[in-house]
């Protein structure tokens, strides 16, 4: 098995223009991904989960909510196996409580017969996830959907003062 290593991909890219002080891997081979910017980046803290992938689905949520918050999450190789249902629990938490960004990197092609493993683009565009790129990582294509708080979502175009304030009619009428 090739080392997985991204070195001029968007993903790299994205971590590198990030700068996180702090980053979480959950599954099997996160950790991999980050070699080179935590090698120029020596001071960089890392904590892991589930690196093996032997961690049940309810154990993984319960060491997570273990954890401090984090500057930056990957994960990778979990959803593929998890519930639905635990899949999207994990992705609001790392969402809501336990980072700012994080991506999730998801196998192209996979899925099981139990329904395990297909994740559809609008159910993680429902999450506030944005499809980053698709990158090939040691033989196997990945999609990469990532949240990033400060710009999952734009301020549309009609909430402004300009819409919603009339200067002009203040201390004229009374509503």
Known sequence: ???????????????????????????????ELLTDYLRAHRECRVAHLDSDGTCEQS????????????????????????????????????????CRRFCVLLEAERND?????????????????????SEPIADTLYDVYGFDLGTYKRTPEWLNARHWAHPEHWGKYRW
């Open 1 to 31: 098995m090739t080392m997985a290593k991204l070195d001029d991909r968007d993903l790299a890219h994205r971590v590198a223009a990030f700068a996180p002080a702090t980053v979480l891997t959950i599954g099997p081979g996160a950790g």
């Open 113 to 133: 017969d139990q329904g395990h493993g297909h994740w559809e683009a609008a159910e993680l565009a429902a999450m506030g996830l944005s499809h980053w790129s």
């Open 59 to 98: 154990a993984l949520l319960g060491a997570l909510s273990g954890q401090v918050r984090f500057d930056f999450v990957i994960v990778r190789g979990v959803l593929e196996h998890m519930d639905a249902d635990i899949g999207a629990h994990l992705l609001a938490r790392l969402r809501d409580v336990h």
